[in-house]
């Protein structure tokens, strides 16, 4: 299925393919090349041009050489957003090793069964831009590393001697560039593999669809251990010549001030950022300043129409939307530049990919019926590392990624996604899709977040809800069962709900249903 709307018909996809470099290791070289002198990362502490950037990545793919990393290894990555882990990240990938981003603000037994699963060659810690990446390079007796010209922060490394490299392709489409762990919902990690190709398609695509350029300066506080970070923030930012403004935690004042401050023309978040954001404005009685934002963007959980209207309306630009997953590199749909939306739709598929609605009886949904998004194209990652029979369970033979998400396409081809497959709540017969309970409950005043989960009663199963309040808000539980009744189908009223001072999340914001089950 394909729609055209300006920008993406003019787009050569065989060409934009043929055109990619072979290694991401090589956009360092080709941002020298352009421009030596732009100013390619900043943060608090530090900033890099084009050359500077490519000279760390030489010297820090040398320190790595010594330490005895080759092709096929893994290197795992602990940090925050940080100069340091993307040189890390551009050396890793120069060796042909494998990229392993893991999160510093991940406790010490999620990075270790991390570690144990992935057998890293080795571990680099940013001990200066990050206290949690210090904590863990002590716990684990790192070595630290002499300084180098430029000076891009303190790390510290652990070696394994024992770790076994994996086969190095010559292919892009082969070759893996980045392992991602995802935050799965049964516990036991997930590698994510992730080549060449499908981390340079995205970067490519979607800087191409934002019009971005070197004039750009991209906020970047999605976590860059995060593949949307990763892939469309950090890549696509520097693929296109921009400036990436790093910042290593969401801190409202912080993105205030570097909107008002800093030029900042990009700014991408999660849903629960912008609400906090305004959040903070409002509290603190500071006016809107972003004189240079152009673009603004919201991904990683679904958007509700009432954070879209009031972020609209404060940022005076619209909210663009998107949807994608770590398997698909992430990005499947964004709303377009030149099309943005009224509605909440995840906008349209971008070029390249196509997608399928396959039913509960594997049948192709009828069009514009709810069925399970299916994918294909560039973006879909190689498999799973060291488990066949996961990749097997959500990778067709013909190349279609199962997402698991339920999904529908408007005849205009905008997407919406209507909820996971596997947290539909069936309540007396009716499907209750936790997103649109989620999505009244956050339309009320005193609502800052909130997350829906199905609980089992006797042959049935019951809505139950989690909030987050406004600080000083009034309003009881009570109040807001009966707000979703004045809206919502009484089989879609939640029986309960519970007010918590913060919903347990990931470092990217995405809220954590399986700790709420917990709960319950």
Known sequence: MSFDSSTRSTIDISALLAALPARIAEIPALAAARDPQHVALIEDARRLTSAQLLQAVDAVAALLREAGVRGGDRVMIVAENSIVQIVLLFATARLDAWALVSNARLSAAELDSIRAHAQPRVVAYATESSADAKLHAERHQAIQTPTIAPDIGAWSYTVDSAAIAEPVEAASERQCAALIYTTGTTGAPKGVMLSHRNLLFIAAISSRLRKVGPDDVVYAVLPISHVYGFASVCLGSLHAGATLRLAPRFAPEAVRRALAEERVSIFQGVPAMHAKLLEHLQTHGHSWSAPQLR??????????????????????????????????????????????????????????????????????????????????????????????????????????????????????????????????????????????????????????????????????????????????????????????????????????????????????????????????
């Open 295 to 520: 673009f603004a963007y919201s991904g990683g959980s679904p958007l509700d129409a009432a954070l879209k209207a009031q972020v609209e309306s404060v940022y005076g630009l619209p909210l663009h939307n998107g949807y994608g997953m770590t398997e698909s590199s992430p990005t499947v749909s964004h709303t377009m530049l030149d099309a943005p939306r009224s509605d909440c739709s995840v906008g349209e598929v971008i070029p390249g990919v196509e997608v399928r609605f396959v039913g509960l009886d594997g049948i192709d949904a009828a069009k514009g019926e709810i069925g399970e998004l299916w994918v294909r194209g560039p973006n879909v990652m190689l498999g799973y590392y060291r488990s066949p029979e996961q990749t097997a369970a959500v990778v067709t033979e013909d190349g279609w990624l199962k997402t698991g998400d339920l999904a529908r396409q408007d005849a205009d081809g905008a997407l919406h996604i209507v909820g996971r497959s596997k947290e539909l709540i069936i309540r007396s017969g009716f499907n209750v899709y936790p997103a649109e309970v989620e999505h009244v409950l956050n339309a009320h005043a005193q609502v800052v977040q909130s997350a829906v989960i199905g609980r089992a009663v006797e042959g049935n199963e019951e809505v139950v809800a989690f909030v987050e309040l406004l600080a000083g808000a009034a309003v009881t539980p009570a109040e807001l069962i009966d707000w979703c009744g004045e809206r919502l189908a009484p089989y879609k009223r939640p029986a309960e709900v519970k007010v918590l001072a913060a919903l347990p999340a990931a470092s990217t914001g995405k809220i954590l249903k399986h700790r709420l089950r917990e709960f319950l």
